[in-house]
């Protein structure tokens, strides 16, 4: 009877959410490929070996104003340009494969803009295989020996596998050999050399751990999401795409059919709610070379199809799928074990994402440029998962994540819901043409690394005792070797009884008849047979008596080293979680670390460009407060100059109106002149009409109030008879003595050309008083000048005597003013006397103006010590009583 179990995938039992609350941060890392030529520009520099830092172009920063500065990124580990690609798959894909063995599954995609080395380091080429040939030579290595036969493991095209008894397994290995259409894996054939030497045997590894009691069975498959539809790179084609013939022309012959476009897949949920592609060949592989070959196929398939329909293979997304199906073999250690539920099916997934470069850059155009669009809004879904998913692990929301927008994330959302690990190598190029591209490739890597995911829980541990496989295959050597040293067992029995007879049983007699009548030969021999028959009932008896006691003891001692590996596990288990907590805590410090230093980078980057700040708000203080003191200096000229304006201003105004009214008082006496001579002539010619006196007596002018006013200079001295011009005498200065003086000449007076000047011998010029200047001298004169009522300038002397007061200062006792005035002589018609006689001829006493000292005054002014008296000085305005 054929039995048929259908395993589950990726795990059994049944589903159920995972329950395990440890997570674990994406894992991402940072691939720097070499620059093209060595002179190129490069924005791209390794600071760590978690760190990369990106330096601006030139050119970008005078364009953007400087706007791009130096930016660090930090990633679980940075690979330089020296990496070789076994470094590489030690770190990155080496940990996903043992997790495979191990019944976990694993994503691992690169990232990049295209040009980055991200095929290379997903396929690589002969002589620097990447990690995907890396990885398959991994998984035979470690599981080559305890392989399962063909179509033991069979897929059930709904994400599922049947496991098939060893006749069912046998008949569908007769009907693949039969069929010719499909090529067989012969032990010898010529491997393409377009794979060939992908991996050195010196550079071949395995896994440790490796269960040697379960059966393996690798499965591939190879898919393309192009313009967001799903395309399966192995799905057969009319005509054979590894081998196609050419015609003279260079193009491929298609004999009896054309070239048919392939059928897009569809994704379907299986019963355990994860993700396949519905109907995607999966192709059962023994071997690294057929593995992949069976890649290689459908890379060829892949360019052909790209050729065809006019498509850049760099603008779609590759997916090769790794299956292993295990399960655990039964208690002899022979057949795999016919349970549902101790199969296991785990995968791991290694996806060469498209280049990530934005549609502007492919210059790309109609058809093209839609399907460049469709890419980078793939692309785009990606990031928007990944954005959702870390807002809501780090804010705490349940925002729905929007995996259906798009055909990759809706295929790997199990990933990132729990259902296995996740790393991504990010793929980067340091020219500096790549340098925004590279930018947005950094923030997306940045954030990704953040994204937590749930840790996938242990498979449950097969009840039955280990080594069972070693103890089968010791048993079938043993075995051989002693049926090769005694020869084949006798018909009927058992190898081991047979054995065990040989060597406990008595020797037979001998068995040669003598004759007919021979009666003790046959006796003697069937008495022989009889005590070995009964020795071999007692050996049998015994033999049972001694296997259900040694069995009895074995399941005891099963049952005991069971319990103790189910405990030595579950402390494995334990310890591991330790070791795991401790990883994660220094990952976690070493994190901290590198975000302390990050932020103390970033602390001296604020404090010097502070620093720059400070130093530029001084430089504009300084300018300010310089500009302000220019502007005050400004504003008093300004007001210094307004004064003086104002100050010239009044005085021109002041001296016009003087003028003014200096010609309205001539002209008022030049007219009252002309009537005077009018008057007179009319007296004279009155005279001599009624009295006809002869005598002729002198005109005198009639005194009238009008004609006080004094005589000033005539405007018109043509009219009437002219007179010579007195000059008014001035009494001389009283200084001259021998007294000390202390000659007071303020600054703002003006030099005069006039012959009489005040000499003061003997005297200290100050242009203001001190008491220093004062101390030292006992007279004090006061030079000061205003403008007369006529516009002249006239000059007044006030002295006075120094004596000291009680509080120690010094004080001044105005005794005198001389007034010295320049004028211009007025003429007149009357004659008048000399300036001494002082009265007119009328006998009326004539104004002293002209000669004699205005104003005679003794004022008393106190300075006391540390005052200042200058040309504005204060006095009391009382005024002395004249001595009689």
């Known amino acids: 009877m054929i039995r048929q179990m259908k395993g589950k995938t990726p795990r059994r039992p049944p589903p159920k959410k995972n329950s395990n609350n440890q997570k674990d941060p994406v894992g991402v890392y940072c691939r720097v490929r070499p620059l093209g030529a060595e002179d190129e520009e490069c924005c791209i520099e390794v600071i760590s070996n978690t760190t990369i830092q990106l330096h601006a172009p030139d050119g970008l920063k005078a364009n953007r104003n400087g706007e791009y500065k130096e930016t660090q990124y930090s990633f679980k580990k940075v690979f330089g340009i020296k990496t070789t ?16 063995i191990h019944c976990k599954n694993g994503l691992l995609f690169t990232y990049g803009v295209t040009g980055s080395g991200k095929t290379f380091t997903m396929t690589g080429y002969p002589g620097q295989g990447g990690l995907l040939p890396r990885s398959l030579d991994m998984i035979f290595n470690s599981i080559g020996p305890y392989q399962a036969k063909r179509y033991v493991f069979k897929p059930d095209d709904k994400n599922g596998m049947e ?13 693949r050999d039969s069929q010719t259409t499909v090529p067989k894996t012969p032990t010898t054939r010529r491997i393409d050399p377009e794979f060939a030497d992908m991996i050195s045997p010196e550079e071949a590894c395995k896994a440790d751990g490796v269960d040697e009691d379960s059966s393996y069975s690798v499965f591939v498959s190879y898919i393309e999401i192009y313009n967001n539809y799903i395309y399966d790179l192995l799905e057969e084609t009319p005509f054979d795409p590894i081998k196609p013939k050419w015609n003279g022309a260079g193009t491929p012959l298609r004999s009896n059919t054309e070239f048919i476009p392939p059928q897009s897949k569809l994704l379907r949920e299986d019963q355990n709610h994860n993700m396949y592609v519905a109907g995607c060949t999966e192709v059962e592989v023994k071997s690294t070379e057929e593995a992949f070959e069976v890649f290689w196929r459908g890379q060829k398939k892949r360019r052909i199809a790209n050729t065809q329909l006019n498509r850049e293979s760099s603008r779609s997304h590759s997916v090769f799928i790794i299956k292993l199906a295990q399960a655990p073999l039964d208690a002899d250690g022979d057949n795999v074990l016919q349970d549902k539920n101790q199969v296991n099916v785990s995968q791991l997934c290694l996806v060469d994402l498209a280049g990530s470069e934005r549609t502007s850059r492919t210059r790309a155009e109609g058809n093209r440029l839609r399907e460049a669009g469709n890419i980078n809004q793939s692309l785009m879904t990606l990031r928007t998962c990944i954005e959702v998913l870390r807002e809501n692990q780090m804010c705490g929301t349940n925002k729905m994540v929007p995996y259906r927008d798009s055909k990759v994330t809706h295929l790997f959302k199990n990933y990132f819901d729990g259902e296995g690990k996740v790393r991504m190598v990010v793929c980067v190029n340091p020219k500096a043409d790549d340098y925004e591209e590279t930018l947005l490739v950094m923030r997306f890597a940045e954030m990704t690394q953040e994204v937590e995911v749930a840790r996938p829980v242990d498979r449950p541990i097969c009840g039955f005792a280990a080594g069972r496989r070693q103890r089968n295959q010791a048993f079938k050597e043993e075995l051989t070797r002693r049926l090769d040293e005694r020869g084949g067992p006798v018909d009927g029995e058992s190898p081991s009884v047979f054995s065990q007879l040989l060597l406990s049983f008595p020797a037979l007699p001998p068995c040669e008849i003598s004759g007919p009548n021979d009666d003790v030969t046959l006796p003697r021999l069937i008495e022989a047979l009889e005590k070995r028959h009964k020795i071999r009932q007692m050996m049998v008896e015994e ?13 005891e001692q099963d049952g005991n080293i069971l319990s103790k ?5 579950e402390q494995r288990g334990k310890l591991g979680e330790k070791d795991k907590m ?14 302390s230093k990050m932020l103390e980078y970033k602390i001296d ?19 300010l407060e310089s500009r302000e003191h220019r502007l005050q200096r400004e504003l008093s000229d300004k007001r210094r100059m307004e004064t003086r304006m104002q100050g010239m201003v009044s005085d021109t105004k002041l ?18 002149n002309k009537l005077w001579v009018k008057d007179e002539k009319l007296k004279q010619l009155k005279a001599i009409v009624t009295e006809g006196k002869s005598e002729n007596r002198q005109p005198q002018r009639p005194s009238r109030e009008k004609d006080k006013v004094p005589p000033k200079r005539s405007v018109s001295p043509s009219l009437g008879p002219t007179v010579p011009p007195v000059r008014p005498l001035h009494r001389r200065s009283h200084s001259a003595g021998g007294e000390r003086w202390v000659d007071h000449k303020p600054t703002t007076n003006v030099e005069l050309d006039t012959v009489m000047q005040p000499n003061l011998p003997n005297a200290i010029k100050v242009s203001a008083p001190t008491e220093k200047a004062l101390s030292k001298c006992d007279k004090y004169v006061l030079t000061h000048q205003e403008v007369a009522s006529d516009g002249e300038i ?22 005198d003013i001389e007034t010295l005035k320049q004028e211009i002589p007025v003429p007149t018609s009357r004659k008048r006397r000399s300036s001494g006689s002082g009265a007119t001829p009328d006998g009326e006493p004539m104004d002293g103006n002209w000669t004699d000292v205005e104003t005679r005054c003794s004022v008393a002014v106190e300075m006391r010590a540390g005052s200042n008296l200058g040309p504005g000085y204060q006095h009391h305005g009382y005024q002395k009583r004249r001595k009689p």
């Not at 690609?85 to 495979?100: G, R, T, W, Y």
């Not at 001296?655 to 009252?672: G, P, Y």
């Open 655 to 672: 001296k016009w109106e003087k003028e003014c009214e200096r010609r309205v008082n001539a002209k008022q006496l030049e007219m009252q």
């Open 163 to 175: 496991v098939q008894n060893q006749v069912d397994a046998l008949l569908d290995r007769q009907k």
């Open 794 to 815: 006239q000059t007044k002397l006030i002295k006075g005597e120094v004596f000291k007061t009680r509080g120690g200062g010094q004080a001044v006792q105005f005794t």
């Open 543 to 555: 033999y049972n008596k001694t296997a259900n006691m040694l069995k009895s003891v074995l399941q």
């Open 565 to 569: 590996e189910n405990f030595i596990s």
């Open 605 to 623: 980057i604020l404090q010097k460009t502070t620093n720059i700040y400070e130093e530029d708000k001084r430089s504009l203080q300084q300018e």
């Open 582 to 595: 401790i990883q994660n805590q220094k990952n976690e410090i070493d994190r901290l670390e590198k975000k």
């Open 85 to 100: 690609q076994m470094e590489l798959f030690e770190d990155v894909a080496k940990p996903l494969v043992e997790d495979l």
